[in-house]
């Protein structure tokens, strides 16, 4: 259960200022497609799950422009920073932020920070690069980003250092959840210091695993450019004798990639994701029952499915500090050729691993149109002295999530849910393979 004092949105102060924005949203209310400043989002959306909360409902701040703001456009400084793994969509996000805050704002100093929190920390020499509408044009035809990115942990001193020696007044810093713990730090030091400084992010994560935000931007390509790999793998094992096309998906914890791509084609036969629990001596026999039925079977994998298999390995982490995962695709295409072999029975196996490809790939029209809404969410909520938080969608609505809330937890499919009872309909597998 959520404490409703979680959903608290910190403010550097009293916004005073009219906003240029202001004669758009004077005359709005709230209706069905649109949130007041004023009002709130709910966090439930079922009588029974606000009847069990009692009086006190929890709920998000709206996202979105407002009449009054915090700081005067024409004496900040903006800078942007993207951290971690690549996602369809960075580029869109950066194009956005700029023309959002020099078109609507006219806010004319920005500044990009080069390879993530490298770029504002000492030591590194990365430099900065100033940010125009022109020099934006067109980034958001390419994948990757413009200024590069890092993992790993930085001094959060350091990083304001940076900020206060470049002037800046506002930071949006867009990574997944390692890199929203790092603007938590940096938003903690700025409060220390009693320095008016706003942190805003623009949650990425391929895989859709942070919490309370709806859906995180690049998604829906990557599970589009995944789908694509599923129906290659279908057609290759379908046209040989017992073939079997096995494809490993992202998903470190979370099979959200994994569900959505199988459901894209229908082709699938078997979808194994880590949060159902996964049992070899289960599953080995039914996919051959599968071959032998129907001459040919898919088998769709999340990467974190499975690493009980291989806790014989060494662990190793990542710059983040994040645990790197054994390749259990790998170890799954060899189980299967092992228990083919073991039952004097043919297969083909084609193995299919694209998901360095698709992190590349520029992001879909729906994400870049989704970025473009989440950049001026972000910028909205920065002028307006917000910080400390995450925008995003909830219930179909833009809000603001502490960053305190949006690291607490991961979105995980749930196995009683209704996405995953729609792949178990569509594959017809059971519903787990804990028992043969």
Not at 215 to 236: D, L, M, N, P
Not at 239 to 253: D, E, F, I, T
Request: aromatic share 6%.
């Amino acid at each position: 259960m959520v404490d409703p004092a979680a959903l608290h949105v910190r403010s550097l102060g009293e916004p005073r200022i009219p906003s240029p924005l202001g004669a758009l949203v004077n005359r709005r209310g709230t209706t069905e497609h649109y949130v007041d400043e004023s009002d709130r989002v709910l966090l439930d959306d079922t009588v029974a799950m606000i009847a069990a909360r009692g009086p006190d409902l929890p709920s998000f701040e709206p996202g979105g422009p407002r009449r009054r703001i915090y700081f005067d456009p024409s004496k900040i400084r903006a800078g942007i920073v993207t951290c971690g793994g690549l996602c369809p969509g960075l580029n869109d996000v950066i194009r956005g932020l700029v023309l959002s805050l020099n078109n609507q704002y006219g806010v004319s100093r920005i500044v990009g920070f080069r390879n993530g929190f490298q770029g504002l920390a000492p030591g590194h020499g990365r430099g900065v690069v100033e940010l125009t509408p022109d020099s934006v044009a067109y980034v958001n035809e390419h994948g990757g980003t413009v200024l590069g990115t890092s993992r790993g942990n930085q001094d959060p001193e350091g990083i304001v250092d940076c900020l206060e020696q470049l002037g800046v007044n506002v930071l949006f810093v867009v990574g997944g959840d390692g890199s929203m713990r790092g603007a938590r730090l940096i938003s903690a030091t700025i409060a220390a210091r009693d320095r008016r400084i706003a942190v805003v992010g623009v949650p990425k994560t391929i895989d859709n695993d942070i919490p309370y935000i709806g859906q995180s931007f690049g998604f829906q390509t990557a599970f589009t450019k995944a789908a694509e790999s599923i129906r290659a793998a279908h057609v290759e094992a379908a046209a040989q004798p017992s073939g079997v096309g096995l494809v490993q998906l992202m998903g470190r914890h979370s099979g959200f990639i994994a569900c959505y791509a199988a459901l894209a084609n229908n082709d699938a036969d078997y979808v194994l994701i880590p949060e159902v629990p996964f049992a070899m001596d289960g599953f080995l026999p039914a996919l051959r029952r599968r071959v032998a039925d129907r001459g040919h079977a898919l088998v769709v994998v999340a990467e974190g499915t499975g690493q009980e298999y291989l806790r014989d390995a060494p662990p190793r982490l990542d710059a983040s500090g994040n645990r790197k995962l054994g390749d259990f695709g790998l170890y799954l295409r060899d189980r299967i050729l092992d228990d083919f072999a073991a039952a004097a029975r043919e297969v083909n196996l084609k193995y299919i691993d694209p998901s360095y490809a698709i992190r590349s790939v520029p992001a879909n029209p729906y994400d870049s149109g989704y970025c473009l809404r989440l950049a001026q969410a972000a910028v909205h909520a920065a002028m307006a002295g917000r910080t400390e938080l995450v925008v995003g969608t909830w219930r179909g609505r833009f809000v603001h999530v502490p960053i305190p809330l949006a690291v607490s937890g991961r979105n995980r499919v749930d196995p009683g849910g209704d996405l995953w009872l729609s792949v178990l309909e569509a594959t017809g597998q059971p519903p787990d393979f804990t028992v043969g």
